[in-house]
């Protein structure tokens, strides 16, 4: 199976995360990725094209354009591809008015009023969230699609125990407190959010004693819900598990390192949005 990597407005990360795969993927199959191969646009015979990145320019939007009508499948990889990442968090006038301003054009790409994902304009089969997806998801996506089932959360991937009679009353103040290695990161008073986090990544980051972020996005079940379904759960989860004040918990949440991965998959109400299914979440 040809695959091929477009990347729009990104860090990279996913890229460097699939070539983390190493052996696992025959990078002879790779017809297109402009941090290997010299190419100058995605070649016809492209069975899958994985696009990471968001849509900020409009070098972004025409390469997109282009290169979806030469492959038979599209697959939004990474954060930035579904929700429009780091760059789409906002829409700084100052920012925008320098990147627009006449002396500045001819060395830079014009912006676009905002940075889209990617379903804003061309039709997608599959999303494979992850900031970055680990390399496994790769593996899995490239060499056995069907065996790509993630329809669990974090929580069962990571394993810690989470006894009843452990309820902490504040958040920690540090990220990295990882006090005892077999004890759930919310029992330590950490805000993972691993409950309610779709699974697949192998709870790299709790396991380690980092708490999860939710950069799977959210679970099989909150999937298609609105906005603040996932917010309410994990407020509620923690009112459960913890005796920590909702709205230290709810603030928290809304923090810019939170939202930039609690609004994926959102159906946003000021915008065209639609709620992306859950059967093509990878």
């Not at 980092?210 to 009112?239: H, M, Q, T, Y």
Request: net charge negative; charged share 25%; with cysteine.
């Amino acid at each position: 199976m040809r695959f091929a990597v477009l990347q729009l407005t990104g860090c990279a990360g996913c890229e460097v995360s699939l070539l983390n795969a190493g052996d696992e993927l025959n990078l002879a199959n790779l017809a297109y990725m402009p941090l290997l191969v010299s190419a100058h646009d995605v070649p016809e015979d492209v069975d899958v094209l994985l696009v990471t990145g968001g849509i900020r320019t409009d070098e972004d939007l025409l390469k997109l354009r282009d290169s979806a009508g030469k492959v038979k499948k599209i697959i939004a990889v990474g954060t930035c591809a579904i929700s429009g990442g780091v760059a789409g968090l906002g829409d700084r006038h100052d920012i925008r008015e320098h990147f627009l301003a006449q002396a500045n054009k001819g060395r830079v790409p014009r912006m676009l009023p905002k940075c889209s994902p990617i379903d804003t304009e061309v039709e997608v089969d599959n999303y494979l969230p992850g900031c970055p997806p680990v390399p496994e998801l790769y593996i899995k996506l490239l060499n056995d699609p069907q065996s790509l089932k993630t329809t669990s959360i974090v929580c069962k991937e990571c394993g810690r125990k989470k006894p009843k009679e452990i309820r902490p009353d504040t958040l920690t103040a540090g990220i990295h407190k990882d006090i005892d290695p077999e004890l759930c990161l919310v029992k330590q008073g950490q805000l993972c959010v691993g409950t309610s986090t779709r699974n697949g990544c192998g709870a790299i980051c709790p396991r380690a004693g980092f708490p999860c972020v939710g950069c799977r996005g959210p679970s099989n079940n909150l999937i298609e819900k609105d906005a603040d379904a996932w917010f309410e759960s994990l407020i509620s989860i923690f009112r459960r598990m913890t005796d920590i004040d909702p709205v230290l918990i709810s603030e928290a949440l809304k923090s810019p390192h939170f939202a930039l991965f609690l609004f994926q998959f959102s159906d946003y109400a000021d915008t065209e949005l639609e709620k992306r299914p859950k059967e093509k979440v990878l």
